[in-house]
């Protein structure tokens, strides 16, 4: 597990994408705005909203872990808590999702994919 703090003023629950170290820094460099993104086990965490993983289908190369608590136990280093990669100068804490599924899939080399559920039609 991932002991990511809690803090009040984030206001509601969040989850947690992660991806493998090396592919971080290329991540990160595709967002036009990063929230707080932290590291253990591994992998960069990006703090995403609750619920991201509803409508997004997310590559091999990510993990989502729901209420940022990833699977698997952590070992070493990883078990004292994660380090602050970065950290929002704004205090909003979240990556917005869909533009974090782009850049992950960019690094991965693959296209976005979203589920193709029943559509509306309108009638």
Do not use: F
């Not at 595709?30 to 993104?37: D, E, H, S, T, W």
């Not at 995403?48 to 699977?71: F, L, R, T």
């Not at 599924?101 to 080399?109: M, N, R, Y």
């Amino acid at each position: 597990m991932i002991p990511l703090l809690r803090p009040s003023s984030w206001g509601r629950e969040y989850d947690a994408v992660g991806v493998a170290e090396r592919h971080g820094p290329a991540v990160m460099e595709r967002l036009p705005r990063v929230g707080c993104v932290l590291a253990a086990g591994g992998r960069w965490w990006w703090i995403v909203p609750s619920q991201s993983d509803i409508g997004v289908n997310w590559p091999s190369a990510a993990v989502y872990a729901v209420g940022a608590v990833p699977p698997g136990p952590l070992t070493g280093r990883a078990a004292e808590g994660p380090r602050v990669v970065h950290s929002p100068d704004d205090g909003v804490p979240y990556t917005h999702p869909l533009l974090l599924h782009i850049a992950v899939c960019a690094v991965a080399g693959v296209s976005p994919a979203w589920p193709r559920g029943d559509r509306c039609s309108g009638s």
